[in-house]
């Protein structure tokens, strides 16, 4: 049995460089990397949610980046432990010159992946020493590889807080940025769409190569793209559905963007949809001006998005907010003067 272990070995190096492909260079996730941070993840939130500290997500960046390295280094390094150790006599001792041991084959490969190079244990023959070369260079794509899947974490998160920031001061909540915009932005309702196309686009972008990304959470209201994405979405569908005039230019194409967002967030999430969220109740925009139309245009309207309104209501239960936080426009001074 012994001489076989270089089978799943094989397959644990082999797997984790289709995983490290997948995940750093093609537009996507590994499966290695997803079941790896689901994991993780869960337990996460389910601290989260028995404590009811939402700060706990916050440690979500560092515990899922360095659990997916900690995953594919353990792999790798087990799978040329295996296929070193299928062979009595692959290794031996550079003094002794006696049979390495598991775990002396196991702290060869260590030093060989990371490239030290001690040589206390020697490949004696010519085709182990050549695997040995082979397992040096996959250490040093591993290596290559994690910085990949690092470095493009921080820009990602730069834009998502650039966007979330600009939704949380032109809010914060669905019926806020309707408002506001109507009535305090140079710009009116346009300030929803065109502005905001050029910052969509690039986190859209983000996280269709890295969809990882949507498990990363950030600790203040005001940088949480869980909670302000789905007011922004919950916004233009109210716009798209009930107002009763012509639509602000750009409108459909921030409304795709956001769906566009919606759908990795659940490809990287999975698990069942949530119901809709309830209606909103408009009147604060009615008493503002808004030209909309009746409470049934609007239902019959968010009816038809029910699917991606399903959506939204589960990136912000992702994040433990509720749909009043989301969605009501409570908190916000100007509004609280309007409506009087």
């Known amino acids: 049995m012994r001489q076989l272990l270089w089978i799943p070995g094989l397959v644990l190096v082999v797997g984790v460089l289709v995983d490290l492909l997948v995940t750093c260079i093609q537009a996507g996730e590994g499966r290695l990397n997803r079941a790896a941070q689901r994991l993780l993840y869960a337990g996460l939130h389910l601290i989260a949610q028995r404590t009811r500290r939402r700060g706990v997500l916050y440690w979500s960046t560092p515990v ?14 087990l799978g040329w432990t295996l296929i070193f ?33 001690l040589g206390e244990i020697i490949a004696p023959e010519p085709m182990w020493r050549i695997l040995t070369d082979v397992a040096a260079i996959s250490g040093f794509f591993l290596l290559t590889f994690a910085i990949t899947f690092i470095v493009p974490v921080a820009q990602a998160r730069a834009d998502r807080r650039e966007l979330a920031l600009a939704l949380h001061r032109a809010g914060p ?13 140079d710009r009116g309702l346009h300030s929803l769409t065109v502005d905001l196309h050029s910052v969509l686009n690039r986190v859209d972008a983000a996280h269709m190569n890295t969809p990882y990304l949507h498990r990363l959470r950030d600790h203040h209201a005001q940088d949480a ?6 007011a922004l979405g919950e916004a233009l569908l109210i716009l798209f559905s009930a107002l009763d005039a012509e639509p602000p230019r ?37 008493r503002a001006g808004l030209p909309l139309k009746s409470d049934a245009e609007l239902q019959a309207g968010l009816h038809a998005h029910a699917e991606l309104r399903r959506r ?29």
């Open 250 to 286: 750009g409108l459909r194409r921030a409304l795709t963007s956001v769906d566009s967002l919606s759908r990795t967030f659940v490809e990287t999430q999975g698990g069942p949809l949530p119901p809709p969220p309830p209606f909103p109740d408009l009147g604060a925009l009615r």
């Open 85 to 117: 150790w299928s062979q009595p006599g692959a290794l031996i001792g550079a003094d002794s010159g006696q049979p390495a041991t598991f775990l002396a084959t196991f702290y060869f490969v260590g030093y060989t992946l990371s490239t030290l190079g």
């Open 173 to 185: 909540g669905a019926q806020a940025l309707i408002l506001n915009a109507y009535t305090d932005h």
């Open 225 to 230: 793209l869980d909670l302000h994405l789905p």
């Open 64 to 77: 899922l980046i360095t659990g997916s390295l900690v995953v594919w280094t353990m792999l790798t390094w």
């Open 312 to 340: 939204l209501h589960a990136m912000s239960r992702a994040g433990l907010w509720d749909w009043a936080e989301v969605a009501e426009p409570q908190g916000t001074p100007p509004l609280n003067t309007r409506a009087s």
